[in-house]
Nanobody, 122 residues
Framework: QVQLVESGGGLVQAGASLRLSCAAS????????MGWFRQAPGKEREFVSA????????YYRDSVKGRFTISRENAKNTVYLEMNSLKPEDTADYYC???????????????WGQGTQVTVSS
């Protein structure tokens, strides 16, 4: 059983940056593809970014390309989401997820964290 704990969320102004972290425990981190999803109030959960087990393949939703960067440190059992040039529409709860199979843009992951809140004011 894998446990995922997100951190790094907060309240920032538009244009600011945040780095989210997701620490994993209870499994072999390097065997899991990792993903970040977000859910705004009243909206469906949506894909943000994903990274393969080795870190060699990364994926982003169009609206965050060029602003967000996903990375992982397998030695630290941690995946990151660097978010720059934040916009009010990025406001949401952000969740990390782990999947034994390859990365996916769909919410078909095996394990999920509890989420961290990101609020971007205009």
């Amino acid at each position: 059983q894998v446990q995922l704990v997100e951190s790094g969320g907060g309240l920032v102004q538009a244009g600011a940056s945040l780095r989210l972290s997701c620490a994993a425990s209870g499994g072999t981190f390097s065997s899991y593809a990792m993903g970040w999803f977000r859910q705004a109030p009243g909206k469906e959960r949506e894909f943000v970014s994903a990274i393969s087990q080795s870190g060699g393949s990364v994926y982003y939703r169009d609206s965050v390309k060029g602003r967000f960067t996903i990375s992982r440190e397998n030695a630290k059992n941690t995946v990151y989401l660097e978010m720059n040039s934040l916009k009010p529409e990025d406001t949401a709860d952000y969740y990390c997820a782990a999947r034994v199979a390859g990365p996916s843009t769909l919410p078909v992951y095996d394990y999920w964290g509890q989420g961290t809140q990101v609020t971007v004011s205009s």
